[in-house]
Nanobody
């Protein structure tokens, strides 16, 4: 199984970035997928997750209304569109396959992980 993220970078506050994650070696179509992030000195947190149906989603309160998760099952790829970025969004963002989604959180325990991509938002 391989999971790989692309699309990180440096952006000014208020700007946008789109992260992409491609997964191979697994049955992507039926798996819930997610994005997590970890800032220096902080624990990894679930940012956004999406079920196989491309309808059921979870968002952390801190990103609701600004981030959008989506997926393209035909391409085995899912995305995180990040708008109105803030300096506090600065972190390493990780893609995860086979996450678990509850109504109030998303867990990456037991998931397949990418290597991470850095997102830096300058003020």
């Amino acid at each position: 199984v391989q999971v790989a993220e692309t699309g990180g970078g440096l952006v000014q506050a208020g700007g946008s970035l789109r992260l992409s994650c491609t997964a191979s070696g697994l049955s992507f179509r039926g798996l819930p997928m997610g994005w997590f992030r970890q800032a220096p000195g902080k624990e990894r947190e679930g940012v956004a997750c999406i079920m196989w149906d491309d309808i059921t989603t979870y968002y952390a309160d801190s990103v609701k209304g600004r981030f959008t998760i989506s997926r393209d099952n035909a391409k085995s790829t899912h995305y995180l569109q990040m708008n109105n970025l803030k300096p506090e969004d600065t972190a390493t963002y990780y893609c995860a396959a086979a996450v678990t989604i509850w109504h109030d959180r998303c867990s990456g325990s037991g998931s397949y992980w990418g290597q991470g991509t850095q997102v830096t938002v300058s003020s």
